[in-house]
Every structure is written in C-alpha cells, then in structure tokens.
C-alpha cells in the first residue's frame, strides 16, 4: 500500500490517509483480512506523527472498514460495511458535484472530464 498526503492540501491529512485507505478496499487495492503497516511504520513513510495515523485508523474501525487485534496489527475487515442504497447514491452525487466544480475551477468543460472518467474506468 503506497499513501502519499499533501500538508497544504484542504483536508486534514488523517481524512487524506482514511480516503486512499477506502479507496484502495474499494478498488481492491487491499484485501479483506489484509494487514496494514504499522502506526509508526506508515507515519515514518509519510512523515507524519503517528498519532494522525492513528487517528485515520480508529476513524475507519469505528466505520467498520478496518480492525486492530491487540499485539498483532490492523487489518482490513473482512466483513466490510454495506452503506444504504439511499445514502449511497446521494454519496455519488455529492462527489460528482464536486468533481464538476473542480473541473471547471481548472478550466476543463464537460466534455473533458467525461474523458476523464472513461480514462480511468479502464
């Protein structure tokens, strides 16, 4: 698993860390029952206080993603959380939303940020 978090981004980077963890289950990235580094291993790879990383952990097993067994680490849950159909789709749509703004912030129109999108489906 390779994270990368950016300081000067908008969100606190313990919600970085938590989205490319849950896009990485998502995606398939990591495995259920997979075990994840460390708080100090991943907070000394992305240099960063291992209290933050923490923090991103015990956020994501309160969330049903992930799950610490005392002495051995954290790992993926293999039960993962299934979010309800309603809210789900409003969670699509607000990404969405989201990626529109972005996309005209940087000049791109509609058309390329559908391009965009088939691009990355593949």
Known sequence: MHLIVHPADELP???????QITEAI???GLQP??????HRDLSEE???APLTVKKAYDELELLGFL?????????????LPQPAEG???EQVRTAAR???????LAGLGYPEILKILEEEKS
Do not use: A, D, F, W
């Open 13 to 19: 980077i313990y919600r970085q860390i938590m989205r």
């Open 26 to 28: 998502v995606t398939g």
């Open 33 to 38: 029952g997979e075990k994840l580094p460390s």
């Open 46 to 48: 992305l240099v960063i």
């Open 67 to 79: 799950e610490t067994q005392r002495g051995r680490g954290t790992y993926v849950c293999v039960n």
């Open 87 to 89: 809210r789900q789709l």
């Open 98 to 104: 989201e990626l529109l703004s972005r996309g005209y």
